[in-house]
């Protein structure tokens, strides 16, 4: 097994959106939390988002965008 670690730091909801449309946070520090987190024993990351899907079955632009 190889230990890994979850970069990201959660979500928050984009503004303007009305607690619709979730943006994921952590990508303003990920060099200095990996290189404590590789210190720890971790050798992989991963990040993950959450988009919201509306009825029309599309994201929206701005979700898109943000979260890219």
Do not use: H
């Not at 990920?30 to 992989?44: H, I, K, N, S, V």
């Amino acid at each position: 097994m190889i230990p890994g670690i979850k970069v990201d730091e959660g979500f928050r909801f984009l503004p303007r959106t009305g607690s619709v449309e979730p943006l994921c946070t952590g990508l303003d520090n990920p060099a200095e939390r990996a290189t404590d987190y590789q210190a720890c024993g971790a050798r992989f990351a991963k990040w993950r988002t959450v988009l919201q899907i509306a009825s029309n079955g599309c994201l929206s632009e701005s979700s898109i965008c943000e979260n890219a």
